[in-house]
Structures are given as structure tokens and as C-alpha cells.
């Protein structure tokens, strides 16, 4: 394949495609009546000739595909292809042996390789241990300085990270063990007592949590090794988070009115539990910011103008430039704001949920919003592309601590604002919380039939998390 392509290469240089025609393939060039052929083949014999006495170059080890992947394997045997081990003389250490695809020379034969033909040696750091011990000790820092929800999240990292170091221990003596029955079967005394021993272990290490084989990417002189671990589990929830998070709850989010989002979650039959979240000191430097970038804009807008009609198709003077670097640099800020909001608020999302044992958590459907009827735009009501920011940053943080798909349902909120929660009755928008008279964009919301009112954004919240689906979606969280 090598030689093929090198003369391909060789032929293409010494016959490149004349401009606006189409490149002739070697088979053309070739051909019976090809003027070229006689002056090709000549070529290609030199070519062979040169190999011969100088000896070919092509003998540098290289991995023909860019990617050695090997997930199709099952079992965690030598059979497989790849192997773990554990340095013996650094214990953090890991040596992964990955046997070469036939045909395609790996380094030196390396005695400590469990296979015959060539490997390629790698090490890596098993920093997980390393990790979790760090987060464990910031946690109890964390508890110290009574932060609890920090003490909490830095818990579970450590206990995900121990997770891993489990999984890939598991993986590791697995194929060890396994390697070793097979060489006790093969022994002429079989010594029965180790190989049931054996058997054991590896029936339990097989029920346990492992990691996926892994993924080789070559690109260049860069080598990536990724290796696929399993989410956390219901039980390693269990044991990292509070007693009080068996996730089956579910919450409801609403844009607020006079807070940017609120929370809310159902506890039992008639309870809900609630958070506003607010950010509103972020919200108003974003909307004096958003201010300055509309002034700015008019002002450029009308210089531009006024320059143009004076003097058509030149470059506009440094001053004109000048604010438009001005509003670019604004622009930026905005942009930064935007990422911290919605990073403060997922993250409140998602831990004030953890802790009340959400499993789903229902949102408004992006594609819904077009303002809703009579809602006075407020500067920390989150924009379309703000909610979108922080639905994303829910989802990426609730995958990582194991929730499929973030656990997150994306709804039409048709009628959440103006419907009761309890009856689902259409009520009104009320000033107070006492007031019975219609009062257009009030706080509260009114209904006649139950006599009560409540929060219009609580309302809201709680009106959410129950509309029902025609049909779940395929992919809960991505439609609805
Ligand atoms: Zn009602």
C-alpha cells in the first residue's frame, strides 16, 4: 500500500494537471496510447531501482488510521487487544499495552507485554486517587467555614473520582485474573483450588462497575488516549448526597417577572417547595452595559452616515473606527456577563433540585417564546439566549451527576401564567396578595374558584411541571 501510494505521489509530481483540466488518473496516464506511459514507466523503474540499493524508506512504526478504537471488545482478555497494568515501580502509573493492528510495525518487543507480536506502550497518570483526595479535603474545609452546599457538591466530585479509580482498578485486575485462569487451565498439574479462586473473583469483578475499552486518536505526534467511564449510579448518589436525595421529584422553572427564574418543587401531594433566584446587581450592570451599546450603535450609525454622503466609498476616519472598537469591546463584556449569569444560575438550579431529590425538571420550550401576553419586559427576565445559556448549563451539570440527558423536559407554556395551578381554572393577575381586583401585569395571581392567590411567577412554575405531553419524546430534554 505504502509503495502504491508513495509512487502515486512520485507519478503526480512529475505529471501535475495542466490549469483548467481535469487531472488525469495514473490509469489514464497509463493507458495504451498514452503519450506519457513509456516516460511513467521509466519513472517508477528508476524509482524501485534507487529502493533496492538505498533500501526502502518506508519502515517507520505509524498507525494507518488515525484511530484505534477499541470498543467492540467485550471482555477485558489479553484477546482484546489492549491491556492495563500497573507500573510496578510508580504505583500512579499506568501502562496500557495496545497490541498493533497486523501488518503495521508497533515499537520493540517489550517483555513485560502480554502479547506476542508488537505493541505500543503507553503511560499515563491515574490521577483520579489524586483528585479525589484534594476535593475531599476542600470539602471538609468547605464544612469548617459552614458552606454547606460547597461541603456537598465537593463530596460528591470526590466520590465520583474515587468512582472512577474503582472502575479502572476493576478493569485492571479483571483482565489479570482472567489472563491467569487462562494460564492455570493451561498448566499440565491444574491446580484446582486457585482456579476456582480465580473463578470468583472474576464472576464478581464482572457484575462490578468497569470502565469502557478505550479510544486511541492520533493526530500528528499528539496521541489521545480517552477511556469511558460509567456515569454515577443511583447508589453512588446515595452515598454521596444527603439522605434526603432519592431522586423522584419532580420541578418547574418559570422566567420570572420580578425574579429572573424561579424553582419550584413538588414535595408531597400538596406541598411545593420553592427559590427565586434572583442575580438582579448582574442583571442591571448587563442592562446599564446593554444601554451603552445602543447609544453607541445610533451614534456610529449616524457618523457613518453623515460621512458616506460626503464622501462615498472612503475609509471612514479613526474616530468613527474608534467606537466601533469601543462597542465591540462592550459587546465582549455583555457576552462575559451573559456566561457568568447563566453559570450562577444553573448551578443554583441544580443543586437546590439535588437537594430535593428532582429527577425531571421541566422547562419552557425555547421555540414557545414570544412574549408572553401583557409581561413587562424586565431587565433580569432572561432572554432567549440567556435561558438557552442556562438551560445548557443545567443539563451539562446534571449529566455529570448522572442524571440521562440531564433529567430535563423542555415544555409549551401556553396558559401557565393565566391558569390556577390547583384547578386549572383561567384567573387573573391581582395587585397583592389579598387583592381580588384585576390588576393588569400584578404580582399576584387570583382565582375564583379556589379563593386564593399566589405568586404569578410561583403559579407559573407550578403549572409547568404539569403539562402533559401529547407523546414523550424519543430524546426527553432536546424536544417536547
Ligand atoms: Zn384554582
Known amino acids: 500500500m505504502q509503495v502504491r501510494k508513495v509512487l502515486r505521489i512520485k507519478v503526480r509530481e512529475a505529471y501535475p494537471s495542466k490549469e ?24 517508477i523503474i528508476d524509482q524501485v531501482k534507487e529502493w533496492k540499493k538505498e533500501g526502502f524508506p518506508f519502515i517507520t512504526p505509524t498507525f494507518q488510521k488515525n484511530t484505534v478504537d477499541y470498543a467492540a471488545s467485550t471482555e477485558n482478555t489479553t484477546g482484546q487487544g489492549y491491556w492495563f497494568q500497573v507500573d510496578p515501580e510508580r504505583e500512579d502509573e499506568i501502562i496500557l499495552y495496545v497490541k498493533t493492528p497486523p501488518g503495521i510495525l508497533g515499537h520493540d518487543l517489550d517483555t513485560d507485554s502480554p502479547y506476542k507480536s508488537q505493541t ?3 503511560r499515563f497518570l491515574n490521577w483520579f486517587p489524586r483528585k479525589a483526595r484534594r476535593a475531599g479535603n476542600k470539602a471538609q474545609e468547605a464544612r469548617v467555614q459552614g458552606k454547606q452546599h460547597r461541603a456537598i457538591q465537593l463530596e460528591y466530585r470526590a466520590s465520583h473520582f474515587e468512582d472512577m479509580s474503582q472502575q479502572l482498578e476493576n478493569t485492571i485486575k479483571l483482565q489479570r485474573f482472567t489472563r491467569e485462569l487462562a494460564k492455570e487451565r493451561a498448566q499440565p498439574e491444574k491446580n484446582e483450588v486457585r482456579i476456582n479462586d480465580l473463578k470468583t473473583m472474576i464472576h ?7 470502565s469502557a475499552p478505550p479510544l486511541i486518536q492520533i493526530e500528528g505526534k499528539k496521541v489521545t488516549l480517552t477511556i469511558p467511564f460509567m456515569a454515577p ?26 425574579h429572573s427564574m424561579v424553582v419550584s418543587v413538588k414535595n408531597g401531594e400538596d406541598t411545593y417547595e420553592e427559590t427565586m433566584i434572583g442575580k438582579q446587581e448582574l442583571f442591571e450592570k448587563r442592562e446599564n452595559l446593554r444601554q451603552v451599546t445602543r447609544i453607541l450603535m445610533s451614534q456610529i450609525a449616524r457618523r457613518r452616515n453623515n460621512w458616506e454622503k460626503k464622501h462615498a466609498k472612503q475609509q471612514p476616519p479613526t474616530s468613527i473606527l474608534k467606537k466601533e472598537q469601543e462597542l465591540e469591546s462592550i459587546w465582549q463584556k455583555v457576552r462575559r456577563l451573559d456566561k457568568e449569569i447563566s453559570h450562577q444560575v444553573a448551578a443554583e438550579t441544580v443543586w437546590f433540585c439535588e437537594q430535593h431529590g428532582v429527577k425531571t425538571i421541566y422547562f419552557e420550550d425555547l421555540r414557545s417564546f414570544q412574549g408572553k401576553g401583557g409581561m413587562r419586559r424586565h431587565s433580569w427576565n432572561l432572554s432567549t439566549n440567556l435561558w438557552g445559556m442556562m438551560i445548557e448549563g443545567v443539563r451539562y451539570r446534571r449529566e455529570a451527576l448522572g442524571h440521562k440527558n440531564g433529567g430535563i423536559w423542555l415544555v409549551n407554556p401556553a396558559w401557565t401564567s393565566q391558569t390556577c395551578h390547583v384547578c386549572g381554572r383561567r384567573g387573573i ?11 393588569k401585569g400584578g404580582e399576584y395571581f387570583h382565582c375564583s374558584k379556589c379563593d386564593e392567590n399566589f405568586h404569578a411567577d410561583v403559579n407559573a412554575a407550578r403549572n409547568i411541571m404539569y403539562i402533559q405531553q401529547p407523546k414523550p419524546s424519543a430524546v426527553s430534554g432536546r424536544t417536547a
Open 204 to 210: 464478581q469483578l464482572k457484575k462490578s462497575r468497569k
Open 20 to 43: 483548467g483540466e481535469r487531472r488525469r488518473t495514473i490509469c489514464e496516464l497509463l493507458e495504451k496510447d498514452s503519450q506519457e506511459k513509456v516516460q511513467i514507466q521509466t519513472l
Open 429 to 439: 393577575r391581582v395587585e397583592h396578595e389579598t387583592s381580588t381586583s384585576e390588576q
Open 233 to 258: 449510579d443511583e447508589d453512588l448518589l446515595r452515598t454521596a448526597l444527603p439522605a434526603s436525595t432519592i431522586r423522584k421529584r419532580r420541578a418547574g422553572v418559570d422566567r420570572g417577572l420580578r
Open 120 to 122: 505500543v506502550r503507553l
